[in-house]
Every structure is written in structure tokens, then in C-alpha cells.
């Protein structure tokens, strides 16, 4: 594929500071672009911004739940490198608990960071890639929106993934004459430690239950591949954009609970 399409164009990622998203950065970066890492705690994020090479990286703290504060700083990244050319809706929030026993702080939760986050985050850079002459959108999903052995007990996660693929299906009817394309890009299990969110008890349930579903899962992709695949979504010439595409592990390999893992 062709990386001169993006090369010194600007992309924002929401939750740039690690996993998914810095990985997605930095394989923006090595195709000549200049990213905006976006995320709240400042130290990783400028942690993040320093690893890569200078000039071509700016962090900034923000909440995608806010909605006024995400309309600022993408106004920031437009006028610190003069243009806002892509966005990267990366935040996303994986919680495995029963939908019967989640209590209300958590639905809310859920729903903010996996769905809600991801519309403030498209309002505020629709007016920007306009005035830039287009640009392109990439949603992160999730590929638990069609493998139900991905994991257990996830299923507000996934209904939510799910809400952001259609949002993002009628979106990109709506952007259509304006050059600005919607993509759908949707992960399989990666190695990110964000399982570090869940909470124990509700974890081995979820274990528990995933077992119950079959004895192999399909293994967990490395970061960087994710991160290259997603950048890969901006090598495509003017006129044309990926509209969906889902990059899962392809390993079969045996599921263990938690406590066994914690044997070594
Ligand atoms: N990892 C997987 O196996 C997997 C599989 C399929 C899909 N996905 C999807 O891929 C995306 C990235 O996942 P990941 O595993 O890389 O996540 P992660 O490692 O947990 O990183 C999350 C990032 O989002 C930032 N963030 C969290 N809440 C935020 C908020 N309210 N406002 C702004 N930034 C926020 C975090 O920084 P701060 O905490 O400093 O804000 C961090 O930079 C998510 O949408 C996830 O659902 C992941």
C-alpha cells in the first residue's frame, strides 16, 4: 500500500498514551504523519509524545466523555500544526460483568467512554476536517460485536461497539459529499493489559463462564499490529476508504483460568 497519501498529514488519537492507540501513532509517524496523542494523565502521555521522533508528535490532555473540553483540544491540534486531517477514535473501555448484577455508575460508564465519547469526538473534528478539505474518521470496535468466544460477560462492551458501527454506518451516508470518510476498524483480542480494568471477582465469573464456551480461544494479536493495521486505514488514495475491516489473532490456543496463569 501506499504511504504517501498521509504523509505530513495530522491525525488525533483518543487514548494515544498507550495500547491500541500509541501503537496506532507510531505507525502514523513512520509514515511521514504528525499525530496528536490524546488521553487524561499527563505523564504517560507525554512519556508517549517524547518516545517519538520531534515535531512530529503533540500531547493532549483531554476526557472524550466532556464534550466541551474534546471540541477544545482538537481546536488545540488545529492550531498547533495548522490542520486537522484524521481522527482516530481509540478510547474504549473493556468490563466483563453479568448485565444483571452492573450497577448504574458502571452502565453509564460503559456507555460514555465505548459510544458517547466516540460521537463528541467526531462533532468536534467534522468542522475541522471540513476547513482542512476532508479527511477521514477510524472507529474502533470490537471483534466480541461477532465472536461470542472472544470473552465472557462483556456483552454492554459489545452492545456498545456494536452502537458505534452503525452510528459510524450513517455517519460516513451523511459526510458522504464532503470528502470526509467513516471507518469501521475492528480488533480481536490484543495483548494491551487492559483486563487490568476488570474487577477480580466479576473476572473469574467471566473466566468461568468463557471455559463454558469452548476449550481453545484464538489467541491475542501484539499491539503493533493492530497499530499498523489501523494506520493502514489512511493509506488509500483520495476517493476511496476501508469501510470495515476486522484483524483477529489466528493461533488456537487453550484458555486457562486466571488462577493458573498466576501459577508461574
Ligand atoms: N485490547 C484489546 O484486546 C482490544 C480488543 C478489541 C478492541 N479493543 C478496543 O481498542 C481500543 C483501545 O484498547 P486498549 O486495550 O489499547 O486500551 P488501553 O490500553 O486501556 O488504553 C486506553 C487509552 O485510552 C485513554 N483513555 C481512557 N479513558 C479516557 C477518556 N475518558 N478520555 C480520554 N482518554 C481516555 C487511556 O489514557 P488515560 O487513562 O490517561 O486517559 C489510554 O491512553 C478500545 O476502544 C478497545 O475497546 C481492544
Known sequence: MDHSYIKNQVVAVTGGSRGLG?????ALVRRGARVALLARERGPLEAACSALPPGRALAVRADVCDRAAIA???????AHFGRLDGLVNNVGFQFARRLELMPEDEIRR???????????ACQAAIPLLRAAGGGRIVNISSSTVRHANEFSHVG??????????????????ELRHERI???VFSPGAAATG???????GALQEAMADW??????FDGALQPDTVGEAIAACFDYPPGA????????PSVPTPKMLESEWKKD
Open 22 to 26: 500509541l501503537a496506532a501513532a507510531r
Open 72 to 78: 477544545v483540544a482538537l481546536g488545540e491540534v488545529a
Open 110 to 120: 460503559i456507555i460514555d467512554l465505548n459510544f458517547v465519547g466516540a460521537i463528541f
Open 156 to 173: 454492554l462492551y459489545s452492545a456498545c461497539k456494536a452502537a458505534l458501527e452503525h452510528f459510524s454506518r450513517e455517519l460516513r451516508h
Open 181 to 183: 470518510t467513516v471507518t
Open 194 to 200: 487492559s483486563v487490568a480494568n476488570f474487577d477480580p
Open 211 to 216: 471455559l463454558t464456551r469452548g476449550p481453545e
Open 241 to 248: 476508504a476501508a469501510e470495515f475491516i476486522e484483524v483477529r
